[in-house]
Nanobody, 126 residues
């Protein structure tokens, strides 16, 4: 099976930090574009950050740029999202995603995705 499993979500106070992890199984992430999406209560899903290993480009949503960092560890077949200075508006379900060879903006803005995780909940209290 091809699967992405997120972990690391939880409750954190505003200004705090959290690192999300996404482990891939059934395929390797080496040549995939990877990304993180989120859906806040009452809002549409949005692309948070996406990265392509083929053109070495990275996309960040304006709302998280400078606070979040996406990374990957190919040896562990795992994707990470490091989040700093969390705000209550960062609250939502976070999903990791992967697509085989796609432009970063197309992945994050147009949700061009082959594989989705089931999500992990991040709650930021004020």
């Amino acid at each position: 099976q091809l699967q992405l499993v997120e972990s690391g979500g939880g409750l954190v106070q505003a200004g705090g930090s959290l690192r999300l992890s996404c482990a891939a199984s059934g395929f390797t992430l080496d040549y995939y574009a990877i990304g993180w999406f989120r859906q806040a209560p009452g809002k549409e899903r949005e692309g948070v950050s996406c990265h392509s290993s083929t053109d070495l480009s990275t996309y960040y949503a304006d709302s998280v740029r400078g606070r979040f960092t996406i990374s990957r560890d190919n040896a562990k077949n795992t994707v990470y999202l490091q989040m700093y200075s969390l705000k209550p508006e960062d609250t939502g379900v976070y999903y990791c995603a992967a697509v085989e060879v796609a432009p970063v903006r197309q992945m994050c803005v147009s949700s061009r995705v082959d594989y989705w995780g089931k999500g992990t909940l991040v709650t930021v209290s004020s």
